[in-house]
């Protein structure tokens, strides 16, 4: 499975984003589809997941009421709408996929999507 980003940028504090996921490359099931982000020199961070059947959702509790993560089952696609952003939030935003119920471990990273909130 290829993983592929898009949607970032710069915005001001305050303002939205909305992240998009594609996958690609063969049959696509998995358990559950996951955003995370990193900045340069520290670990990467949890934001939010949901199950593919079902749409089960979960948050990072520091995030909870301005991310809101979707799907689009038919397109392969998974979306994380930000609002109300802050500095702190900038960082390059990922998606994983957890293919298992059975392994808690995401895989088949992409590359990344930048996200920039500053004056």
């Known amino acids: 499975v290829h993983l592929v980003e898009s949607g970032g940028g710069w915005v001001q504090p305050g303002g939205s984003l909305r992240l998009s996921c594609a996958a690609s490359?063969?049959?696509?099931?998995?358990?559950?589809m996951g955003w995370f982000r990193q900045v340069a020199g520290r670990e990467r961070e949890y934001v939010a997941s949901i199950t593919w059947v079902g749409g089960s959702r979960y948050y990072a509790d520091s995030l909870k009421g301005r991310f809101v993560i979707s799907k689009d089952n038919g397109k392969n696609m998974v979306f994380l709408e930000m609002n109300s952003l802050k500095p702190e939030d900038t960082a390059v935003y990922h998606c994983?996929?957890?293919?298992?119920?059975?392994?808690?471990?995401?895989?088949?990273w992409g590359p990344g999507t930048q996200v920039i909130v500053s004056v």
């Open positions: 490359g063969g049959t696509f099931s998995p358990f559950r």
């Open positions: 994983g996929q957890r293919a298992t119920v059975e392994v808690n471990e995401y895989t088949s």
